[in-house]
């Protein structure tokens, strides 16, 4: 017997199946990862009804085709700043979600917040770069071998003091100056970064659930952002452009270092000619 479940997830499915997305964005995959799955009806925020599908057991039901619409748009844009050369920080504090984030910003070679946000972050950068710069020199002590001169009980609270920076900072040590960008896993529970990325210029780019307001961010991705699965889809496909992306910068970067090299070469050459002319 075939619930009404089942029929209005077909019905879906069938009206998704039907729909062309470039970045091979595919509507069956999402609708198996969870991603039109919102929140309940009570909660919608009146801003996200364009974008939704219907209701199912008081439960909003996300089109997947505004989903891949937005998506995609989000993605042109990241696949621009990586061409650009331009960084990103992605943002995810959930707890189920914090190894996902991490791993995915460190594949892509991107600064993360996956701890809680640390106010002035944005706001007031230098004065939190100059606590990354000494996490860094600490960081580097350490591993040099400088703490040693130290009491055990001193290199014990120094130990502490170091594992509550790294908590803090070790996600944007590498960020020298704000980024272009930042990539909110939910927008809802991160949205002090939000409103500092807002403030200081940066362009943000969030997943956006039907409890959310779509105008915060300058590229909503309307999803679920509570289900592992669907954060997995998203980032998995973002991960695909930003890795070809990067490979595109790459190669003409490496293709002007052989041209350097051979234009270098042969004017080697033609110095040492010279000289065996001169003898």
Not at 97 to 125: D, P, Q
Not at 201 to 228: H, Q, R, S
Not at 265 to 276: A, F, R, V
């Amino acid at each position: 017997m075939i619930t009404i479940k089942e029929t209005k997830e077909k019905e879906l499915a069938k009206k998704s199946s039907s729909i062309t997305c470039d970045f091979g964005i595919d509507l069956d995959e999402m609708l198996k990862a969870g991603v039109h799955f919102g929140h309940r009806a009570s909660q919608i925020h009146p801003k996200m009804k364009p974008y939704i599908y219907g209701t199912r057991s008081a439960v909003h039901i996300i089109s997947l085709e505004a989903t891949a619409e937005k998506f995609e748009e989000a993605l042109r844009f990241i696949e621009k700043l990586i061409a650009d050369e331009k960084n990103l920080i992605l943002v995810g504090t959930k707890i189920q979600i914090k190894n996902l984030a991490k791993g995915f910003a460190e594949e892509c070679g991107f600064s993360y917040v996956t701890e809680r946000w640390i106010g002035g972050t944005f706001t007031n950068f230098e004065t939190i770069k100059k606590r990354v710069e000494y996490f860094k020199d600490l960081e580097k002590k350490k591993a040099e071998g400088g703490l040693e001169k130290y009491k055990k009980k001193e290199k014990i609270k120094i130990d502490k003091e170091l594992q509550k920076l790294k908590t803090k900072f070790g996600g944007i040590k590498d960020l020298e100056k704000l980024p272009n960008a930042i990539f909110v896993l939910d927008v809802k529970k991160d949205i002090l970064a939000v409103k500092e990325a807002k403030i200081k210029g940066v362009k943000v780019i969030g997943i956006i659930d039907t409890n959310v307001d779509p105008g915060l961010v300058d590229y909503p991705i309307p999803a679920n952002d509570d289900a592992l699965s669907s954060i997995k889809y998203i980032l998995e496909k973002a991960k695909e452009i930003v890795l070809k992306a990067k490979q595109g910068v790459k190669k003409p970067a490496e293709d002007n270092k052989k041209e350097k090299q051979a234009v270098s070469e042969k004017n080697d050459s033609g110095t040492e000619q010279e000289i065996l002319k001169e003898k």
